[in-house]
C-alpha cells in the first residue's frame, strides 16, 4: 500500500517526539492531560494565541515550531470550536492530519478534549481519520518534492486514556480503512495498467482474507449469455472479465447479502465518443467495482459474521472496427433484448448481466450496486451525496442512516412508471438511455430496475459525483475516495450481522 502510517495508542502522560498535537476549545481551554504536557509552554501558546488571532474555531489551528520548554519539535494546538458541535472524530482526525507537514514524519495525537479524554471509540476515529488522510497515490513519481518524507514512512501515536480498550476499538475498524485504501488504489491507478484482467489479477489477494475468487473470462461468459456486458467490451484489445468474490462468516445456508459493482477499466464512450475534456477522468469508472472489492475485503480480514457476495463486471468501452455500434440490438442474460441507442451508455449494460446472475445464482436477501453511471447525477447533488434509488423503503431508510453515520452520505431519487415508458424501445424490449437529457440518472436507475425482481429489496447507488474527486476533503487528499466501503460496512455492522 501506498503511505502507509505506523500507527500506535500510547497513555496520556507518555512524552511525544516529534509533532506533539492538542486540542482546544473556542476558549482556548485545554483538558487537564493536556495541560500538563504543554506545561512550560502554557503562557508561549497564550501569547502565540494572541499576536495569530487564533481563538480555537472549528478547524482552526496554531503551530509552533520547537516552542520553548518543550522537547518537541512542533506544538500544533488544533482548535475543535464548541465541544457540543463536535460529533466526527473520523473527520476531526483527517482535519488534523492534513495541517502536518508531510516532512513531520514522527507525531502524537493527544486524544483529550478539554471536558476530559475521548472514549475508545473516539480515539479510534480519530486514527482512522488520521490514516486516510495521510493516504496518497505517488506510485508513479520518480522524483520527491521537500514536502515528501523520507521514504514514506510515518509514525502517529495516538495518546489516550484506556491504551488496551483504544486498541481493541481500532482493532475493530482497521481492516475497513485498509478496504477504503485498496479501493482508492484501484480508482487512482491508470487504465493501461489496470485493465478488466489485471483488475482480476488484483481480486486474488483476497483469497489471503478467506474470501473465495472466481473469475470468468469471455468464453464463460458468452456461455452464460452475458451479450449486454460483452457488447461493450467488444471493441477493446483487453478481454473482459467478470469476478465473484464470497464471504462465508455468518450462518451455514443463510442467503448472503449481494454488491454488485460497474467496472469500466476505461470508458471512451466508445463510437458514441466523448469530448476529450476530462477523458482521463474515465479511468475511474471502474470505482464501484473498487468500492466492492474493497469491502469484501475489509468484511473478510474484520471476519464480519454475515454471509456476503460481491460481483464486480469489467470491460473496457473503447470505439473500434469490431465495436459495438448505436442501433445494435443485444440479448441480455435475462433473455430481454435491448437497443443500444448511445454506446457511451455502458455501465447499465454491464450491470444489466451482473445484477442479474448475482439474482439468479444468489437469491439475496438484497442487492446493492455501485456504479458511476451518469453525469447527470453529478449535475442534480453535486459531489456531496450519492444518488440512491431504491425498490424497498428499509433498506433505503438503513442507507440513509449508515450514510449520515459515516459521512458517506446518500440522496433518495424516484423510481416510477412514468420514467420507466421513457426507455421503452422501438425495435426491441428496451432501449439504454432515455432519450433526452432530463432525468438521466433516474432514466439509468430505470434500466437496471428492468433486470431486477422486485421480490429482492435492491439500491443503486450512483456514485459518478462522489467515487472520486480533484478537491481535497478533510479524508482524502488523493483522487479516488474509495467511497462507499465505510457506507456499507456499516450497513452490514448495523443490521446483518448475526
Ligand atoms: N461513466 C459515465 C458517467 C460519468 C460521467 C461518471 C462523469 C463520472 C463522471 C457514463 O458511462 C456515461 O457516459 N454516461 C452518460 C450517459 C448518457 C450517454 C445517456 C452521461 O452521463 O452523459
Ligand atoms: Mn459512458
Ligand atoms: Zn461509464
Redesign the pocket.
Known sequence: MTNAVKLGFGPLSAPAKGSLVVFCDDGLKFGPATRKLIGAAADLVQRAAKSERFTGKAGSSLDLIHPEGLKVARLLVAGIGKRSELKDFVRLGGAVMGKLPKAASEATFVAELPDGPLDAQQAADLAQGARLRAYAFDRYKTRRTNDDAKGDKRSLTVAVADVAAARRAYGAREAVIDGVLMARDLVNEPANVLYPAEFARRTGVLRKAGVAVEVFDVKAMEKLGMNALLGVGQGSAHGSRMVVMRWNGGKKGEAPVAFIGKG?CF?TGGISIKPAASMED?KG?MAGAACVVGLMQALAARKARVNAVGLVGLVE?MPDGNAQRPGDIVKSMSGQTIEIINT?A??RLVLADVVWYAAQRFKPKFMIDLA??TGAIIVALGQEYAGMFANNDELSARLTTAGEETGEKVWRMPLAAEYDKMIDSKFADVKNTGGSRWGGAITAAQFIKRFVDDKIPWAHLDIAGTGFDSRQNDVNRSWGSGWGVRLLDRLVTDHYER
Open positions: 469500466v470508458d474515465m469508472d468501452n457511451d455502458e455501465g458511476t453511471l
